[in-house]
């Protein structure tokens, strides 16, 4: 089944302890992105990746780091996480870099920074 | 960073009843998306939109990109209770050519339909 993959469901961590929420996709696709979301802001971007060692910042990037060093997968780490980090968060994946092709969302990682 | 203004912001409505919501944006967007968020899943694609005036239907959905590019609409008919969700517009300005840039997504417009 094609779908984009995201580990954990949920998480609840301390500050200042690093983490890392894995994305995982099986169709291919070349465009990769980390959004989360909050209440009444919706969706920001934090990072993307246009192709495989391509990444660039979104809108929200402070405290996130990202890698694609294969295609299939698009980890998101957060080095020193805070509370403000505290989120609802998702990966998603597009088959070509272009506007035509529909971005396929995973089903989120809840992460709590107490 | 951009942001798209969403609009309502949440909705109760009746069974039965059509409900419209719209996105605006100081800036000029190529393309409107709008998405569903069902509760505990991830956003998934409704309609798409590419060409200013357009206007494209799926099912009981209608959305239309506005003649400025500055705004879309989504419109559904006749509300089932398993249209409750969160709905979410969003604008891709390309980055250049034909990339697909960064995708702006709007604050979202919860909607709760009472049987």
């Known amino acids: 089944e094609a779908q984009v993959t995201q580990n954990p469901r949920y998480l609840i961590t301390v500050t200042g302890k690093k983490l890392t929420v894995t994305c995982s996709q099986n169709m291919n696709h070349e465009y990769m992105s980390w959004y989360r979301q909050d209440p009444g802001l919706g969706l920001r971007q934090i990072y993307y990746s246009m192709n495989v060692e391509v990444t660039d910042k979104g809108d929200v990037p402070e405290g996130y780091k990202v890698s694609r060093k294969e295609k299939r997968n698009f980890p998101l780490i957060l080095e020193s996480p805070s509370p403000n980090q505290t989120s609802l968060y998702f990966c998603?994946?597009?088959?070509?870099?272009?506007?035509?092709?529909?971005?396929?969302f995973g089903n989120g990682t809840r992460l709590t920074v107490t | 960073g951009q942001q798209l203004n969403q609009s309502p912001q949440s909705m109760f409505i009746q069974e039965g009843e059509d409900v419209s919501m719209n996105c605006t944006s100081s800036?000029?967007?190529?393309?409107w998306l709008w998405y569903k968020q069902d509760p505990g899943e991830g956003p998934v694609l409704l309609i798409a939109l590419y060409k200013a005036g357009e206007l494209t239907s799926n099912g009981r959905l209608t959305a239309q990109f506005g003649i400025t590019r500055k705004d879309s609409f989504l419109n559904i008919s006749a509300s089932i209770p398993s249209d409750v969700g969160i709905y979410f517009c969003?604008?891709?300005?390309?980055?250049?050519?034909?990339?697909?840039?960064?995708?702006?997504f709007g604050q979202g417009t919860i909607l709760t339909v009472h049987p």
């Open positions: 969003a604008g891709l300005k390309p980055a250049g050519g034909t990339s697909y840039g960064k995708l702006t």
């Open positions: 800036s000029i967007f190529n393309t």
């Open positions: 998603a994946s597009s088959f070509r870099t272009t506007g035509d092709s529909p971005l396929h």
